[in-house]
């Protein structure tokens, strides 16, 4: 910024397992959110080194990059980031699409997991048309029909009230238990960090 350097994270060294459910918390600017970014291959750290799977992202290029996010990882925003003129169906399967799945086994396998979260009788829908908890719903399955190693949650219950947050969460518990996925969410919500199998805190760009 400018003739000043600011770090957003210092000295951070993490090895994360296959299969568990981590929370990152911390104090607004501790780094959670570019530690989050970095893990999701969408910001390249200035120094150090990212492993997935025990591959080395760290020196891909943008395309590579770009393969590793769609296949590897599931994202999960804040403010749902589902395309307004899709149907709930459509918001879905177009994640498998993009990978290149054929239109009926991407059309099958997002109606299967839309009923999993419990919107099988709203396909035809459009996000408009649901409430937070439901297109918060709509997400979670777009995220997890691609079967990706790792689920990056980025406050997922930031627009939901208390009990919608709570469910959502429960979901994610549900299919880090069934499906074995990785689950990693920034939460401010200490409550829901603690549904989490593990908490990282980080303060000043450190984990503390």
Avoid at 29 to 49: N, R, Y
Wanted: charged residues 20%.
């Amino acid at each position: 910024m400018g003739h000043t350097t600011v770090r957003a994270l210092r000295g951070v060294n993490l090895i994360l397992q296959k299969g568990k459910y981590y929370s990152i918390v911390g104090p607004s600017g501790s780094g959670k959110s570019t530690l989050l970014h970095i893990l999701g291959c969408m910001d390249v750290p200035s120094a150090g080194e990212v492993q997935i799977n025990g591959r080395q992202v760290g020196g891909l290029s943008e395309k590579e990059l770009t393969a590793v996010r769609a296949r590897e990882i599931g994202f999960v925003f804040q403010s749902f980031h589902l395309n307004p003129i899709l149907t709930v169906h459509e918001n879905v399967a177009i994640a498998l699409r993009f990978l290149g799945v054929g239109k009926n086994e991407a059309n099958c396998r997002a109606s299967e997991w839309l009923d999993r979260v419990g919107l099988g009788s709203r396909l035809g829908h459009y996000p408009s048309e649901l409430s937070g908890g439901e297109r918060q719903r709509v997400a979670v399955a777009r995220a997890i029909v691609k079967n990706p190693t790792l689920i990056l949650a980025d406050e997922p219950t930031g627009n939901l009230d208390s009990k919608t947050g709570q469910e959502i969460v429960e979901l994610l518990c549900e299919i880090n238990r069934q499906a074995g996925t990785t689950i990693i969410q920034v939460t401010h919500d200490r409550e829901i960090a603690e549904m989490s199998d593990e908490i990282i805190s980080l303060r000043d760009g450190v984990v503390v």
